[in-house]
């Protein structure tokens, strides 16, 4: 009964978080977030995302990094605090 009240716990916990991650990357600035779509749900490499957007290849690496660093940030951020709720 405590592995099925623990994995309860787990899985609200996880789904918070996935709900989390769609909200982060949601509000990244639109260029940020189209760069961001492509690589990692469409898997385009980051020089077909360049030709997609019109836009080089150093743009598409900045775009990624940035959205990379707010996802971070961000994340940890709510992942602190879903821990403490949890206390």
Do not use: W
Request: glycine share 2%; charged share 30%.
């Amino acid at each position: 009964d405590s592995d099925a009240q623990e994995y309860t716990l787990d899985s609200y916990f996880y789904e918070g978080i996935e709900k989390d991650i769609e909200e982060i990357i949601d509000a990244l600035p639109v260029q940020c977030h189209n760069v961001f779509y492509l690589s990692r749900f469409e898997r385009l490499s980051y020089e077909a995302i360049a030709q997609k957007l019109n836009i080089s290849v150093n743009t598409v690496k900045t775009q990624m990094r940035r959205a990379l660093e707010k996802l971070r940030t961000q994340l940890t951020v709510k992942i602190s605090a879903h821990t403490k709720d949890s206390d």
